[in-house]
């Protein structure tokens, strides 16, 4: 039986609701002032150079806020939040620009960089995949979205990063992968070189296969993802974007060959973080053991 003395007070519930309101703001400048006392000790120091973006510290702050996360508020929210917190204090650091790829669609792509990167981080559209990596090679510190998922036309874009200074797969967003994310499109995140600072329980890498049959890719299923693309000149030649966990590129390549593809070339394209995804219960797991 409820009575007046359990009822809730609403001007108190207010009072406390603008209690928390302000400590998190008050946090947040906390947080601001430790950035910049960070900024200068990297200058007193030399600097870290380039992207201040660190994928395999972020992956480990998501990992603790999903594991942590409890009760009304959607995940969704808290993960845009404390993305939008990371990318600006980021933005603070060291200025950079997010280059989108908007052959999917402008607004898939859009959702994903202000849902990841927040509005202080500018946004440069762009059209097809190379676009973006050239851009990103140009600039100091710049990130790049590309679509982890099949162009149409084929293009096998990721060609492009193969060289040894040329830019490299760091992350894969969303981080938390659930089938009504708000942001669902697949993205890489693509900068320069920041191996000091990268995650690679996910590797990629860059294969040319002749004899490629659909059947190599139906073995494939279980072992990663591939993304495939027409290769010149031979008809039967593919260019392999392959994502596989650390140490399993070996194996990987053992499948294709059991299935009639012969591996003619690889190479690395960088790495990120395995993605954690939400089952049926609403729990999230690592993409690893799912």
């Known amino acids: 039986m409820t009575t007046n003395a359990t009822i809730p007070d609403l001007p108190q519930l207010r009072a406390e609701i603008d209690r928390i309101d302000e400590a998190m703001h008050r946090l947040l400048m906390e947080r601001g002032e430790i950035i910049d006392r960070l ?19 972020e992956a480990a702050m998501m990992r603790r806020l999903v594991d942590r996360h409890r009760g009304l508020l959607p995940l969704d929210t808290v993960e845009s939040i404390w ?15 997010v280059h989108a790829d908007l052959s999917v ?7 994903s960089a202000r849902f990841h990167f927040g509005f202080t981080t500018p946004f440069m559209p762009h059209i097809g995949p190379r676009a973006v990596v050239e851009a990103v090679a140009a600039s100091t510190g710049d990130l790049g979205l590309l679509p982890a998922v099949t162009l149409p036309g084929g293009d096998p874009w990721w060609t492009a990063l193969e060289a040894e200074a ?19 499109l697949p993205v890489f995140v693509v900068s320069h070189p920041i191996a000091d600072a990268a995650v690679t329980e996910i590797e990629l890498w860059s294969v040319r296969v002749s004899g490629w049959v659909p059947q190599a890719a139906a073995a494939f299923a279980g072992h990663g993802e591939l993304l495939a693309a027409p290769a010149d000149p031979a008809p039967d030649a593919v260019a392999l974007l392959m994502s596989v ?12 060959s059991g299935a009639g593809a012969c591996v003619d070339a690889f190479h690395f394209v960088g790495g990120h ?4 995804r939400l089952g049926a219960d609403g729990r999230a797991r690592s993409a690893s053991t799912s």
């Open 39 to 57: 900024v200068e000790v990297k200058r007193h120091q030399g600097g870290e150079g380039g992207s201040a973006f660190r994928p395999a510290r």
């Open 83 to 97: 993305r939008v917190i990371i990318s600006t204090f980021t933005y603070v650091q060291a200025p950079y620009a």
């Open 105 to 111: 669609g402008e607004a898939p792509m859009r959702d």
């Open 166 to 184: 040329a830019p490299k797969i760091i992350a894969r967003l969303p981080f938390v992968e659930r089938a009504d994310h708000p942001a669902a």
């Open 245 to 256: 966990p650390t140490g399993g590129r070996d194996a990987a390549f053992g499948v294709l």
């Open 273 to 276: 973080a395995a993605p954690y």
